[in-house]
């Protein structure tokens, strides 16, 4: 299980750590790709095929379907976990999420998301000033 927010630097290879308490559950490797909210989402290998066989069993003659498929599947890679901790992030990922130097990695049960930290701060102020529309919006589900 993810939790928590965690700030790193990104390095000019695009390599970023990944926390320690984490690199367990990413050492049989790990799959990295397209999130939303140009964000990045990092998932073990084994969560990946499980989500990635859902996401292909989706219906074809649907556009919304296709096009989630092509931002989820043909934007992923795979990753490992070097000496150091770390990962390399993709050029055309890191672009995609706008990542910069500083970046947030925040753990969301099943996945890690990388957010470029400002746009993380962002989103973090815009979802407090609605924190009470949304879990009015939640209470219907239980939560």
Excluded: C
């Excluded at 964000?39 to 969560?47: D, G, R």
């Excluded at 043909?74 to 890191?94: C, F, H, N, Q, W």
């Amino acid at each position: 299980m993810f939790i928590g927010e965690f700030h790193f630097t990104l390095d000019d290879k695009g390599r970023l750590s990944v926390p320690i308490g984490y690199r367990t559950a990413l050492k049989d490797g790990a799959v990295v790709t397209r999130g939303l909210d140009h964000t990045l989402f990092l998932y073990p290998k084994e969560q990946w095929r499980s989500l990635a066989a859902k996401i292909a069993a989706l219906p074809l003659s649907t556009a919304d379907t296709r096009a989630f498929a092509r931002l989820m599947l043909a934007g992923a890679m795979e990753v490992s976990i070097d000496k150091s901790g770390r990962i390399t992030i993709p050029e055309y990922l890191r672009i995609y999420a706008g990542l910069q130097k500083q970046v947030v990695i925040s753990g969301l049960y099943d996945r890690l998301e990388i957010w470029d930290k400002t746009a993380w701060q962002a989103y973090v102020v815009q979802t407090e000033a609605n924190g009470d529309q949304i879990a009015e919006r939640l209470g219907p589900i239980g939560l």
